[in-house]
């Protein structure tokens, strides 16, 4: 259990007991991301039904995002804003890796952020309207499923960096499970839409993952961040899209 412990350090803000946690521990924590991934949106969902009764759904929908950045400590979201600042330099791509190492957030990672939040508060809040808040249980599961997908299969070269070695334990056979739990969640909760959905985000998601490939041949850490809030926004617009259509 110290492997899942390890990704509830690492993926949450949620208080544990002090661990000392091994590199090996470390590269283990890889398979438990989907599971962390459950139980942040555990929290979100029992925050929404508890919200709701207390405030209008504008209010409640901020409050959820406000806990969604709490939970997860803004760790995906600066990724998001860093990798914005690197493509949108429209530099090479040593530089973009440069400008993507750097600290510092630049007038494009702060245009993503504000475009990212304010897109998770109208769809959190359409969710809400229409009672559809499931789908806050569901999309940061998903979200980590297809981040240890994008760990196993495309090359992280990055000596040293926050990634190294979580692609250890991830085999096929943890892939597998990992996606066959995901699609037996979403199609028990979701039922035929829930497979749509699942399929819609996947392949959003994996336009995003091959686009940064092509450019930088490589993913990062910031990679990985921003792919998480990249599936997980996509899950809830897609979510909402099916609504009108089916």
């Known amino acids: 259990m110290r492997?899942?412990?390890a990704a509830l350090m690492f993926l949450t803000r949620i208080p544990l007991p002090k661990l000392n946690i091994s590199p090996n521990d470390w590269h283990k924590s890889a398979m438990y991301f989907p599971l962390v991934g459950l139980l942040i949106g555990g929290v979100l969902y029992l925050a929404s039904l508890g919200l709701n009764d207390l405030f209008p759904a504008t209010v409640s929908?901020?409050?959820?995002?406000?806990?969604?950045?709490?939970?997860?400590g803004g760790l995906h979201i600066d990724g998001w804003m860093d990798l914005a600042d690197g493509?949108?330099?429209?530099?090479?791509?040593?530089?973009?890796?440069?400008i993507m190492k750097d600290s510092r957030v630049g007038a494009m990672g702060v245009i993503a952020a504000i475009c990212l939040i304010g897109g998770k508060w109208v769809a959190v809040y359409e969710l809400l309207r229409l009672k559809f808040a499931i789908i806050l249980l569901i999309s940061p599961f998903v979200a980590r499923f297809l981040l240890i997908s994008a760990i196993r299969f495309f090359p992280y070269r990055k000596q040293g960096g926050i990634g190294e070695g979580l692609r250890t334990y991830l085999t096929l056979m943890v892939i597998f499970l990992n996606f066959t739990t995901t699609v037996v969640l979403s199609y028990y909760l979701l039922g035929v839409n829930g497979l749509l959905l699942l399929s819609g985000t996947t392949l959003m998601s994996g336009l995003l993952?091959?686009?940064?490939?092509?450019?930088?041949?490589?993913?990062?850490?910031?990679c990985y961040g921003a792919l998480v809030e990249w599936s997980e926004v996509v899950f809830l617009f897609v979510s909402l899209a099916l609504w009108r259509v089916m």
């Open 87 to 98: 493509f949108g330099s429209n530099r090479s791509r040593e530089q973009m890796l440069e």
């Open 61 to 72: 929908a901020f409050l959820i995002v406000l806990i969604w950045i709490w939970i997860t």
């Open 209 to 222: 993952v091959f686009n940064i490939y092509k450019k930088l041949a490589m993913l990062t850490g910031d």
């Open 3 to 5: 492997g899942f412990f």
